[in-house]
């Protein structure tokens, strides 16, 4: 028996957002908010241009946005989802924490923002 794959996503997804906060003596913080658009193939992972965030180091927030990536991707990527990644991701929205941001809590943001995507997919009122 063979299972028919979809391809994720079916429609446009926007404002899929994300807050990952853990606070104990390794806290984590990750907040951001991702549209899911349709795309003929693959996965494809950009920032809006119009978006900012003040941090500093400067230099960690682009390894923190793809840390995002990497999670929506591999999370898109697991066969129980039973989908076809044909996406382009925008980011639209982030906020980093000096304390507790760091690429592990945006992987997970981005695992989590995937999985509700994957819910809106299959429940349009979401």
Known sequence: MTSIQTLFPPRPIRGVRVLHQKQNCAPHFAEIEVDFEPATEGFAF?????LTVDHEPAEAVPRFFAAAAAGIEEQLSLPE????????????????????S?????????????????????????
């Open 81 to 100: 989802h039973g989908v076809v990644i044909a996406t382009r991701v925008v980011l639209r929205r982030a906020r980093v924490d000096s304390f507790g």
């Open 46 to 50: 950009e920032v809006a241009p119009e």
């Open 102 to 126: 760091h690429e592990l809590a945006f992987k997970i943001a981005g695992y989590l923002a995937a999985r509700k995507a994957l819910e809106r997919a299959r429940c349009p009122r979401l």
